[in-house]
């Protein structure tokens, strides 16, 4: 049977009035230097520093920008803008579901197409660029200092990492954030957001110092159009429909803690998500067949999402395989080791103890094993009560989330009478999971088309006598029938999950133990604003093993209670396929090559740290040069008549350097004059090397130097933005002024008063 679906505008009902989703962009151009404060500091280094991505390209969060607007409607248009504009615009605390806008993080123009090339060269060139070199790029550090009767006060300095009002191109740095709101048909919320916004004239720290100055502006609103998808279906068949998530946010998944988020998506959430979205939908409702059947009865599983990597579905590691302390090799301690068959690297005595992989996701094939883990990452907060905003109270606080840019991977079990239905809610509209979703959290993309297809039982066909290990993939709940309550004793869970999965075994014969450790479930009621009671749980991880007593077929995929919220997934393998030894899968770091670089601004990156690289390298070597035999007010001089040629040339290198020349020769004193010529001039600039008279100035005898071998080592990664040796030493050229300042400040230095 096939379902198709059409698009439809985002027109849904809501507190009494049609209401529809609009999209736009909200533009910040920068009007002085800039610092939206991360919390972090370096101490010595930075004490305020700024927020940047994992490649150093600086970006406004999203939740202090919302702050801004905030108080910007709350000051400064408080006469036109009403509490229910507020609460329409900004949301309520505490409020149950989520209301008001949905802001993303400001990012530079053209982030994605920069974030790209810049991750690609830092990765093809190591040792070239990094993220710091970028972020420097963008920034500055400024230092300030506290003044008592005109006098600094000790122990005062700061220095705070700020974003530069012009970008490496000379232009003025532009963010964009992407808003999300409802807006009625008169486009009430778009007018008054629209003033908001323009309103919002400064932000970030010392905005009362000079900083901070922007302009900000709503465009491109649009009404959200959902594009619907075409699927073919039977209904009569049970579906598996596995999706890939990355997140392009930070997410806040908090579970025993507020402040800590769990290191995977649980599928309650995945489940809670989608049933929130159907219930969005004009005349559903929470008594329509079909929610039941999808969120309510257990019908339909959704298994948490973890970590994803080339192809492959991660997850906890079980408790059998372990890293020896010393030599690093992973092994499976249901086997021990056998120096007659096993590498010496894997003997464990002599400290050489295993170690269980805590906190770890693996992905087991026929005895080879790939490790990954959750990139996780602290924010900052600074909270205000209604108060206290603006004035001296607040709580500085800060969440442990999960760091952006990481996938994510989990099935969803469903009937085919509903499979096409789910499809849709998944892939239309945002995917927003987590706490502090209105802003800078949440935020995911299907990172690829999701596979549906039908869910083949899988039988585990097994002899008699075949010793089996049960892995728990997830938390599993289980609930002794005798008392009628949870139960986490070994004995009891032991035989339940025997029962659940219709084996018998030997107990007198298995040589095995169980490996589990217990843990306690948090949930939280928002409905009530209260915490759940606590449930006892095997945790992910842990082991059961049987020796069966008879034959048996097993086709089971799930054990215990709440299977359709993820809990309860198992998987099945045969010890006798297993020994001690794990061969362990590297991680694959091949990353996509690029040809060239076309985006300008990712151009004019890699020129400025390429120069940079080369002066720096020829700074180095100048350092171990002789002293100049002149005194340090003659130097003083030199410096002088370098400053004043470079300051009434700033567009003409050549003419500058020419300038400084006759400057030079006009020197009096002829010992002066021929150490100046002798051991500086000659050394770094000369006409034409192959016709004197040839009006082409080469300012650097670029071969003669040491910094050239470095040039050459970046050949490949200048090649990528259009660069020869040539063009090198032309831009090299341009920066003689720099280097002979430096030269000339370094020689006064060594000198002795």
Avoid at 120 to 139: K, Y
């Amino acid at each position: 049977m096939i379902w198709g679906l059409l698009m439809t505008s985002g027109f849904q009902k809501s507190r009494g009035r049609t209401m529809r989703r609009k999209k736009g962009i909200i533009e910040i151009i920068l009007q002085s230097d800039l610092c939206m404060g991360s919390g972090y500091s370096y101490a010595g280094i930075i004490d305020s520093d700024i927020c940047y991505d994992a490649y150093g390209i600086p970006y406004i969060p999203a939740r202090r920008l919302k702050g801004c607007f905030r108080e910007a409607a709350e000051s400064i248009l408080s006469s036109i803008i009403s509490e229910k504009d507020m609460m329409d615009i900004f949301g309520e605390t505490g409020a149950n579901g989520t209301k008001g806008i949905i802001l993303d993080n400001a990012y530079i123009d053209g982030y994605e197409e920069v974030q790209k090339e810049i991750g690609s060269m830092i990765h093809m060139f190591p040792d070239d660029i990094n993220a710091q070199e970028v972020l420097d790029q963008f920034t500055q550090v400024k230092a300030q200092t506290r003044l008592v009767d005109g006098v600094a006060e000790d122990l005062s300095l700061r220095f705070t990492r700020v974003v530069n009002q012009y970008t490496p191109e000379k232009e003025q740095m532009k963010f964009k954030a992407e808003v999300f709101f409802e807006d009625d048909i008169e486009g009430n919320i778009e007018e008054k957001l629209s003033k908001i916004v323009k309103a919002t004239r400064n932000i970030g720290l010392m905005r009362n110092r000079g900083m901070g100055s922007v302009k900000c502006t709503l465009s491109k609103v649009v009404v959200e159009a959902l594009e619907q998808i075409q699927v073919q279906i039977d209904e009569k068949e049970e579906y598996v429909i596995q999706y890939v998530l990355t997140n392009k946010e930070p997410l806040m998944l908090s579970g025993k803690g507020d402040d800590c988020s769990e290191p995977y998506i649980s599928g309650k959430r995945v489940l809670g998500f989608l049933a929130k979205k159907y219930l969005e939908k004009e005349g559903h409702t929470a008594e329509d067949a079909m929610f039941v059947d999808l969120f309510l009865n257990g019908e339909t599983k959704f298994t948490h999402a973890y970590p994803y990597r080339d192809g492959k579905r991660f997850c906890p590691a079980p408790a059998y395989i372990n890293r020896l302390k010393k030599t690093k090799k992973l092994v499976n301690t249901y086997f021990t080791y056998d120096e007659k068959v096993n590498d010496t690297s894997y003997n464990p005595d002599k400290g050489n103890q295993p170690k269980k992989l805590k906190g770890k996701f693996i992905s087991i094939e026929e005895n080879r094993v790939a490790e990954t883990t959750v990139d996780m990452s602290i924010i900052y907060h600074h909270s205000h009560t209604s108060e206290s905003r603006g004035g001296d109270k607040g709580i500085l606080y800060s969440t442990e989330a999960i760091q952006e840019e990481q996938m994510f991977s989990g099935y969803i079990y469903v009937s085919g009478k509903y499979a096409a239905a789910l499809l849709q809610l998944l892939t239309s509209g945002e995917i927003r999971l987590g706490k502090s979703i209105t802003a800078q959290y949440g935020k995911c993309i299907l990172a690829e088309t999701p596979i549906y297809q039908v869910a083949e039982p899988k039988k585990l066909q097994l002899a008699a006598g075949t010793d089996i290990v049960v892995r728990f993939l997830s938390d599993t709940i289980f609930v002794d029938e005798v008392s009628n309550d949870y139960s986490i004793y070994s004995d009891v869970v032991i035989k339940l999950a025997a029962q659940q999965l219709g084996i018998e075994e030997k107990i007198e014969e298995c040589p095995y133990s169980p490996m589990f450790q217990t843990k306690l479930l948090y949930g939280y009621q928002s409905v009530w604003n209260l915490r759940k009671q606590p449930v006892p749980a095997i945790e992910a991880g842990g082991c059961l093993v049987y020796r069966l007593k008879e034959a048996a077929v097993i086709e089971k995929g799930f054990l215990g209670e709440r299977n359709q919220e993820g809990f309860g997934e198992i998987s099945i393998e045969v010890l006798s396929g297993q020994q001690y030894e794990v061969v362990e899968e590297k991680k694959d770091v091949s990353v996509t090559r690029l040809e060239k670089v076309e985006n300008n601004l990712t151009q004019q990156i890699i020129k400025h740290i390429a120069v940079k690289s080369m002066l720096n390298q020829l700074r180095l070597q100048t350092m171990q040069e002789k002293e100049l035999q002149i005194s340090k007010a003659a130097l003083g001089r030199v410096t002088l008549m370098l400053k004043e040629s470079l300051e009434e040339n700033k567009d003409n290198s050549e003419k500058a350097f020419q300038e400084f020349v006759k400057r030079i020769q006009s020197i009096k004193t002829k010992s002066v004059r021929e150490e100046i010529e002798k051991n500086i001039l000659k050394k770094i600039a000369v006409g034409s090397e192959s016709n004197e008279n040839d009006n082409k100035i080469i300012l650097w005898k670029l071969k003669s130097l040491p910094g050239f071998e470095r040039l050459t080592l970046q050949k490949d990664m200048l090649m990528l933005i259009g660069w020869d040796v040539e063009r090198c030493r032309q831009e090299l050229n341009k920066e003689w002024g720099n280097f002979l300042l430096f030269i000339l400040v370094q020689q006064k230095y060594r000198k002795k008063r």
